[in-house]
């Protein structure tokens, strides 16, 4: 392959990573923006499936008494060797790599887009004389 060529498709790659980051951002922030939003009527569009938790929890822990806490017991123990499988800083790293490659990509791309906006005013002025 040709360097031309390779660089041809570096530079897809990467319009792709940013298309992909974008798409990303916009649809957690449009995610959170529902969930956090208030309706009509005044209540949070997650709230009725926060209270439906709330009330399984509840009937999950009568019926685990009622079944002498095995139950609970045998969950509370599977539930801590999962946390403690997850590897938290490796996902915090990869995310905020992710993040700031983002950040950087936006970055680029507002400044061109400004940059093009300022000569098609200069062009803009100068045809009409000002």
């Known amino acids: 392959m040709s360097v031309r ?3 041809s498709v570096d530079e897809r790659d990467t319009e792709y990573d940013l298309l992909t980051a974008a798409l990303i951002g916009m649809t957690i ?3 959170l923006t529902f969930m956090l939003r208030r309706g009509p009527s005044g209540r949070r569009p ?5 209270r439906g938790l ?3 929890a509840s009937w999950a822990g009568r019926h685990a008494l ?3 806490g095995s139950g609970a017991r045998w969950a509370a123990r599977g539930g801590e060797a999962a946390w403690k499988r997850i590897p938290r800083e490796e ?3 990869h ?3 992710y993040m700031g490659r983002a950040r950087d990509a936006i970055d680029d791309a507002v400044e061109s887009e400004l940059a093009d906006l300022r000569r098609a005013i200069r062009r ?3 045809r009409l004389g000002v």
Do not use: N, W
Not at 46 to 50: E, H, L, N, R, T
């Open 5 to 7: 060529a390779q660089d």
């Open 29 to 31: 922030g449009a995610g």
């Open 46 to 50: 997650a709230s009725p499936a926060m």
């Open 54 to 56: 709330g009330r399984g």
């Open 66 to 68: 009622q079944l002498g």
């Open 91 to 93: 996902i915090g790293a």
């Open 95 to 97: 995310v905020s790599d």
């Open 124 to 126: 803009q002025r100068k």
